[in-house]
C-alpha cells in the first residue's frame, strides 16, 4: 500500500451556532425535534452494510420524559458477533489497502454532511431526546466535534504519513509504510457524547481499519444515525458495523477471537480494568498483540488559590461542575476554597443556583435536562442522601430530585469539613459538587492532599492571580490530571485544541484529538530498497595488507 502524502491544510473548529431566539438554526431544529419526537423507529444492527433484526429488543426512551418512547433497538447475540467479525475482515481486504486519500475523503465528506446540511439537526435532535442534552451542548458534541474529529484526524494521518526516515545514502532508499493493525477494531462508547461513537471507530478508519462499535443502550439511537450519516457519505459497507446488544456477551465473544487487533473504550475503570485482564489472559490466541485504547473515569478537581477572581470561580465550577447534569468525565467534582474567598463563592453559588431551571430540553430556557436513566438517578441520589444524613457534610443547594416525568435531580452543592469524604473520593457522574473549604496557609498542603485524594488523573484546574502560587499547583499537581487547566473549568476541551486524556486510574492517556491517539492504530513497517547490488562480502579490515 502506498502512503501518499498530500497538501492537507490545518482545519478550523467548526463554529459553535448559538440557537438564539430568531435565528434560522433554532427553527430547524425545533422542527427537526417535533418532527423526530412524533416517530418510533425500529433500528437494526448493522453487519456489513445489511440491516439485521433479532427480535431480542428493548425501547428507546426519552430521559426527560421516561414515558416517552422514541423506537426500540435490536440485541445482537452470539451469532451476530461472530457475523459482524466475518463481515468487518470480509471488508479488511478492500479497505486496508484503500489509498488513504480516498478513505479521507469520506470522513471529510461526513463532516460537510454534519455542517452543511439537514444532518446537523438530525444529529442535535436525536442527541437531544435521547441523552437528554440542552441545544448547546448537543451541538458542542454531535455536530462540532464530531465534525472537527473527522477533519483534523485527516490533517493528524497525514502528517503520520510524511513521517519518513531523515536519511537515505547514495545507492539505497529507505521508506516507513503505516499498515493499519492486522485484523478488527473493538469500538465501545459510552452514552454521554454522541460523538465517540463517531470517533471510537472512525479514528481506526481512517488509518485504514476496520472495526465493530458497540454503542451504549442509552444512546443507540443517535449511535445509529451516526452509521447511517457514515453510509451515506460513502462508507464501504462492513467498515464500521453497528452492534448493540448486551456488553459481556458481545465482549466474551470478540476477545476469544484470533483477529482482535485492538480496544478503542471509553467508558468505566472497573470495566476497562477487567476487559485488559481478560485481554491479557488471551494473548496467546491472538494474531498480533492488541492494541489497547482507553479513556475511563475521573473524579475532576477545581483547587482555589486565595488571589482568585472569585465570581470568575463561581462561573466556572456551574459550567464545570453542573453542564450536562455533570455527566461528563471532565466535570468539575470536588473543589478545594479557601477561607478568605469562600464566603463570596458560596453566594454567588447558592444565588445563581436557585434561579437555574430544569426540566424537558424542548424548553431552550432549561439549563439542566434529566440524568440518562433510572440506575444513574439512583446513584446519584445515594450519594445525595448520604451527605443529607452524615454529621461531616451539609447540603447548601439543591438536593431536590424526582422520576414521576423524567430523571430529574437539581445541581447540588455539599460541604464537607473531610477532605477524604465519600463525595470527595469518588465517582458520582451527576449534578453533585463538594466542596472543602481550607485554611488559606495550607495551600501547599491541601494541594498534597488534593494529589493523593483521588485515583484518577483526568481533568483538573487551578484558580489564581499570584503567579507564584499557579506554579507551585502545577508542580504539585502535575501527574493529577491530564488535561490542566488554569483559570478555566476543567471541561471542554476542544479538538485540535486540547487533545483529550488522563493517566493513573483515568486511561492510557492516548489523547483524542491529536496524532498521539492515530498513531495507535497503524503497524509501521520499514523499507530498506538498495539501489546497488554488491559484488564483495568481504570487510576492508580483512585485508592482510
Avoid at 24 to 36: G, H
Avoid at 363 to 384: E, L, M, R, W
Avoid at 516 to 544: A, G, Q
Wanted: with cysteine.
Amino acid at each position: 500500500m502506498v502512503n501518499a502524502i498530500f497538501n492537507f491544510s490545518l482545519p478550523a473548529n467548526e463554529e459553535v451556532k448559538s440557537y438564539a431566539p430568531g435565528t434560522p438554526e433554532r427553527e430547524a431544529l425545533k422542527s427537526k425535534l417535533k418532527e423526530m419526537q412524533s416517530q418510533q423507529i425500529d433500528i437494526p444492527l448493522i453487519i456489513g452494510g445489511k440491516e439485521i433484526r433479532t427480535g431480542n429488543t428493548a425501547n428507546i426512551v426519552m430521559p426527560h420524559n421516561h414515558k416517552h418512547v422514541l423506537g426500540k433497538y435490536h440485541k445482537a447475540g452470539e451469532k451476530e458477533v461472530n457475523m459482524a467479525i466475518e463481515a468487518a475482515m470480509e471488508a479488511y481486504k478492500i479497505w486496508s489497502v484503500m489509498e488513504w486519500h480516498d478513505r479521507a475523503a469520506i470522513f471529510s465528506r461526513a463532516a460537510d454532511m454534519i455542517t452543511l446540511t439537514d444532518w446537523r439537526y438530525i444529529l442535535n435532535a436525536s442527541t437531544m431526546l435521547c441523552q437528554s442534552k440542552n441545544v448547546h451542548q448537543a451541538e458542542i458534541d454531535a455536530v462540532c466535534e464530531t465534525a472537527d474529529f473527522f477533519r483534523f484526524n485527516i490533517f493528524y494521518a497525514n502528517k503520520i504519513y510524511q513521517e519518513q526516515p531523515p536519511h537515505s545514502p547514495h545507492g539505497m532508499w529507505n521508506r516507513m509504510e503505516y499498515r493499519p493493525l492486522e485484523g478488527f477494531v473493538y469500538a465501545i462508547a459510552p452514552f454521554n457524547f454522541t460523538t465517540f461513537n463517531a470517533n471510537l471507530p472512525g479514528a481506526p478508519a481512517i488509518m485504514g481499519n476496520v472495526s465493530i462499535l458497540k454503542p451504549a443502550g442509552t444512546s443507540v439511537y443517535s449511535a445509529y444515525f451516526i452509521v447511517k450519516l457514515l453510509e451515506a457519505a460513502g462508507l464501504p459497507p462492513g467498515v464500521i458495523n453497528f452492534l448493540p446488544g448486551s456488553g459481556p456477551t458481545i465482549s466474551n465473544i470478540i476477545f476469544e477471537n484470533r483477529n482482535f487487533a485492538g480496544l478503542h473504550f471509553t467508558g468505566s475503570t472497573p470495566v476497562f480494568q477487567q476487559m485488559w485482564k481478560t485481554i491479557s489472559n488471551n494473548l496467546p490466541k491472538y494474531k498480533t498483540y492488541p492494541r489497547i485504547v482507553g479513556e475511563t473515569g475521573g473524579k475532576d478537581f477545581v483547587f482555589v488559590h486565595k488571589s482568585a477572581d472569585a465570581r470568575g470561580v463561581g462561573v466556572s465550577l456551574i459550567q464545570g461542575a453542573f453542564e450536562y447534569q455533570g455527566q461528563k468525565c471532565s466535570a468539575a467534582s470536588r473543589t478545594y476554597i479557601p477561607k478568605s474567598l469562600w464566603p463570596e463563592v458560596k453566594h454567588y453559588l447558592v444565588t445563581e443556583l436557585k434561579k437555574l431551571k430544569t426540566g424537558d430540553v424542548a424548553d431552550f430556557s432549561n439549563y439542566n435536562n434529566a440524568v440518562i436513566d433510572k440506575a444513574a438517578f439512583d446513584t446519584i441520589v445515594s450519594y445525595i442522601e448520604y451527605a443529607r444524613n452524615n454529621k461531616d457534610a451539609e447540603i447548601i443547594v439543591g438536593g431536590d430530585y424526582d422520576d414521576k416525568v423524567g430523571y430529574f435531580i437539581n445541581p447540588t452543592i455539599i460541604v464537607t469539613t473531610d477532605p477524604k469524604f465519600k463525595t470527595m473520593e469518588e465517582e458520582i457522574f451527576g449534578p453533585v459538587l463538594t466542596v472543602y473549604v481550607y485554611d488559606d496557609e495550607k495551600y501547599e498542603e491541601t494541594l498534597h492532599l488534593c494529589d493523593e485524594t483521588s485515583p484518577y488523573a483526568l481533568t483538573g484546574a487551578i484558580f489564581g492571580q499570584d503567579r507564584t502560587a499557579i506554579v507551585t499547583a502545577d508542580r504539585i499537581l502535575k501527574h493529577a490530571a491530564g488535561n490542566f487547566y488554569i483559570n478555566d473549568k476543567p471541561t471542554g476541551a476542544v479538538v485540535g485544541q486540547q487533545p483529550f486524556g488522563g493517566a493513573r486510574g483515568s486511561g492510557t492517556n492516548d489523547k483524542a484529538g491529536s496524532f498521539l491517539n492515530l498513531v495507535r492504530w497503524v503497524s509501521p513497517r520499514t523499507i530498506k530498497e538498495n539501489f546497488v547490488t554488491r559484488k564483495d562480502f568481504r570487510y576492508p579490515f580483512m585485508s592482510e595488507k
